[in-house]
């Protein structure tokens, strides 16, 4: 087992019925959480659409 791990706080709640878990961690980990091999994933699945600038303050705020 590896000696690098990430803590994150976490909520457990009932939705339905069934448990669910909300957890947050910042924006800056997520890079290093979500690593792949780009020789492994096909092009497609990688492919990214152009942002559209003139959403950025709608996402802002969604974000915030």
Known sequence: MSD????FN???GIQAGRP?????CPMRII???FVFD??????ELRAQR???KGRIP???NYLI
């Not at 669910?20 to 947050?24: L, P, Q």
């Open 20 to 24: 669910c878990y909300i957890a947050m």
């Open 31 to 33: 890079p290093k959480i």
């Open 38 to 43: 780009e020789e492994e994933v096909p092009a």
């Open 58 to 60: 709608e996402m802002t």
């Open 50 to 52: 152009k942002l559209n």
């Open 4 to 7: 690098f791990f990430h803590s």
């Open 10 to 12: 976490a909520v457990r």
